[in-house]
């Protein structure tokens, strides 16, 4: 025969750190608890980035997923994945004042390299 295990109703041991804090108080220690929770991934997310997310960048940008993975590659290879495809692209457009497009397709043909990395403080 099966034995049915009870839970051992603990619940107002839990709660008597808490069982005196108004509405309002409960809500903000709510949220301080919730951001502490949440803050590491912010961190982690603001600091760290991949291929796959700097591919969707750049196909919001208007580019294709060909075109997309080509520049991604380059940023890759340049060893600029940290400072985020897009934001290479957009660099480019900004020095060069063309458009974005234009800017995402020279650099998948070997152009303005040199430049980007030096705009960005790394040696090649």
């Known amino acids: 025969m099966e034995k049915l295990m009870t839970r051992q109703d603990d619940f107002e041991d839990r709660r008597k750190h808490l069982k005196d804090l108004s509405d309002e108080e409960l809500k903000i220690r709510f949220w301080d608890l919730a951001n502490q929770v949440v803050e590491p991934l912010i961190k982690l997310a603001k600091g760290h ?3 796959a997310i700097e591919r969707s960048v750049l196909l919001r940008m208007g580019f294709s997923s060909i075109e997309a993975k ?3 590659d380059r940023v ?3 060893g600029l994945i940290g400072k985020g495809a897009g934001h290479v692209v957009y660099k480019v457009a900004k020095m060069k004042n063309v458009s974005i497009r234009e800017a995402g397709l020279s650099l998948i043909e070997g152009n303005y390299w040199d430049e980007v990395l030096s705009s960005f403080g790394v040696m090649k």
């Open 76 to 78: 890759v290879d340049y």
């Open 70 to 72: 080509a520049i991604v």
């Open 49 to 51: 980035t991949t291929p």
